[in-house]
């Protein structure tokens, strides 16, 4: 059995080229989560940086700061595992079965 080594530099090359652009666009899409019914929200990008986080008045005047506290943890962490969810995805698009599942990429 040959081997296309060419035909597989290419692939990987393109591959590549694919993981750059997909890095790139991460950072700008955007994924929001919340806890405590939508009192707090917190939005993170693809690279799992929080873009911003949002707390309801409300809660704020009840004056429970563990509560705020957990809640906001909550909501962090949330979509900081929707961000990773959605980098995996789209780096599945990219690699279409070339790299076994599960496998992770430093940086995503």
Known sequence: MKMDMGGMLKQVQKMQADMA???????????????????VKATVNGKKELISLSIDESIIKENDKEMLEDLVVAAVNKALTSAGKMAEDEVQNITKGMLPPGFNIPGL
Do not use: C, D, P
């Open 21 to 39: 652009k997909v890095q790139a666009e991460l950072e700008n899409k955007t994924i929001t989560e919340e806890s405590g019914g939508g009192m």
